[in-house]
């Protein structure tokens, strides 16, 4: 049996895909290493995965993660799969090439990734051939559901937001200043805290400062990111992550400002990861 793991800062997806090619899904929390350690990682997979599927017959593991495109850091996942997987051969890669295989395949475009943070690659079909830094959601992570949530927030603190956007966001959140301050900076996981407010602009698009907060975020990561590939006019640009997902016409429309082609815009690389490999 092979696994193959999709996993971002907020979620992850697991496909178990048997001898027979038939296929059981799984969704976990995000397995990130700058957050979690092996020993949260392993846990995490006892409890929520492995009393579903039977270890000791999965014979390979692709997982594909955030935070894994640093050698050490990728060791924490890989000590942790060890672990609760004997008998299994296990391949940790970035989140990027998983990003770029779902996308492309064995074809050459730009790989871009929208959710929780961001990032994007050229890849030349087999592997993540150009990578300009993403830096993260505090010096980065622009076109993100972080990025939106620390421009959003810090307007909603200095009291900047529109009248109208300010009494739906209280009325359905009802935070302080103390409270979103708390979250980011003695709470874990802030990143993600910073990305639960998208649900909340895409009910408030029709509100000018709301429609300008996403499309302004899209704005920086077409400059800061796409716009640094050579071949960016020339390549297909495709996109996975729930931010690409939920706001693709308006990512669209950015994409002909830039004057670029946009092709695929996929929620999750899982499904198209697991016929990959498969």
Known sequence: MI???DSGASKSDWVLIDNAGEQMSFQLVGLNPFYVDTKKIETILSKELTPFIESKKVEKIYFYGAGCSSVFKSMTVEDALFKIFRNAEVVIESDLLGAA????????????????????CYYDGKKVEENVLSLGYFFGDEGSGAHMGKLFLKDYMLGNLPKDVNSAFKKEFNY??????????NLPFPNRYL?????????????????????????????????????????????????????EQMLRQIGIEFEVKIDKVLRSPINALAEYHK
């Open 176 to 185: 302080t200043r103390d409270n979103i301050l708390d979250a980011i900076y």
């Open 3 to 5: 696994l193959v793991a």
């Open 101 to 120: 295989r779902a996308l492309f395949g064995e074809e050459e475009g730009i790989a871009c990734i929208l959710g929780t943070g961001s990032n994007s």
């Open 195 to 247: 990305a639960s407010f998208c649900e909340f602009y895409s009910d408030h698009l029709s509100n000018k400062y709301v429609f300008e907060l996403v499309t302004n975020s899209f704005r920086e990561f077409f400059i800061n990111q796409i716009e640094q590939y050579t071949k960016h006019k020339e390549l297909p640009i495709s996109f996975v992550g729930s931010v690409a997902y939920y706001f």
